[in-house]
């Protein structure tokens, strides 16, 4: 998976409670991406980042925030877990300036339940 | 935002035959149009892209058809194998800049003996 891990892997949480997401990159891609994948709506984009602490919102954005204080770490947070955001989550990077012609790499996902 | 819409949403096909998928997009200013292979529980990974200053890419059994005009392209795979058995997803890249691209609804293929 291109020098991506995310953690964890699994995770079931109860409703109200906060959630952070972690994507590590060996690759030392400029660019991150989170997206969540759920059946009939394929893969939407939540947040990415463009570098150190520059991120910005993708098209399904409500209830989860995002930080990058090193280029190899993205987090995910939601931080007051709902149903809705029962889903698998993918984290994603790419290298170049002009990202979306150059290939994304994505990692293995995390799959998350929230009770 | 970009729309890219995609279908059918599953298709069965046995060993062999082709396997046909289809993607339209609405804006015309773009000029990359990626396809990923997604296997159960996997990430997404690239497997044959296309510029539409071409209406054909060809790797090995895997063909994407451009059609420019029409704004669709499609994948086509030609002898179908089991191993092929897997979600596959077209993508754009979205109205908001370079950096973002908005992926089809995904097409779950079953190759059956």
């Known amino acids: 998976d291109a020098g991506i891990t995310q953690s964890p892997r699994h995770k079931v949480t109860e409703t109200g409670t906060p959630v952070t997401l972690r994507c590590h990159q060996t690759e030392n891609h400029r660019y991150m991406y989170w997206y969540r994948q759920d059946p009939g709506h394929g893969l939407r984009l939540i947040h990415y980042s463009y570098g150190v602490k520059d991120t910005d919102k993708g098209e399904v954005s409500d209830g989860y925030s995002v930080s990058r204080s090193k280029t190899e770490d993205f987090l995910l947070t939601l931080e007051s877990a709902t149903s809705s955001q029962t889903s698998v989550y993918f984290c994603?990077?790419?290298?170049?300036?002009?990202?979306?012609?150059?290939?994304?790499?994505f990692g293995p996902g995390t799959r998350l339940l929230v009770l | 935002q970009q729309q890219v819409k995609q279908s059918p949403q599953s298709l069965i096909v046995q060993k062999g035959g082709i396997s046909i998928i289809n993607c339209a997009y609405e804006n015309t200013a773009f000029d990359y149009f990626p396809w990923y292979q997604q296997f159960p529980g996997k990430g997404p990974a690239l497997l044959i892209a296309?510029?539409?200053?071409?209406s054909e890419k060809k790797e090995g059994r895997f063909t994407i058809s451009f059609n420019k005009s029409a704004k669709q392209f499609s994948l086509h795979i030609m002898d179908s194998q089991p191993g092929d058995s897997a979600t596959y997803f077209c993508a754009a890249p979205s109205s908001g800049g370079y950096q973002k691209v908005t992926f089809g609804t995904g097409t779950k293929l079953q190759v059956i003996p």
């Open positions: 296309i510029r539409p200053d071409v």
């Open positions: 994603a990077i790419s290298s170049s300036g002009t990202g979306a012609k150059e290939t994304q790499y």
